[in-house]
């Protein structure tokens, strides 16, 4: 039987949401080993001069406990 812990981090890029998604795991991965899953809760957009300024994404990182 495995046992599962699930993180919610946030984290934001200029590019897009798929990078600030892919910078939250990798970020996650230093400290956080056996991830299994990320699911994207919530996405925002921060704009300014009426243009998308900061892509933000809200993570829920599932890993395994060993």
Request: net charge neutral; glycine share 2%.
């Amino acid at each position: 039987m495995s046992v599962m812990k699930v993180l919610e981090i946030m984290a934001e890029s200029e590019k897009g949401w798929e990078d600030a998604t892919a910078k939250a795991v990798a970020k996650a991965s230093e400290t956080v080993k056996n991830i299994r899953s990320a699911y994207v809760q919530d996405q925002s957009v921060t704009v300014k001069d009426n243009k998308p300024a900061m892509y933000r994404v809200d993570l829920k990182i599932t890993f395994e406990v060993n």
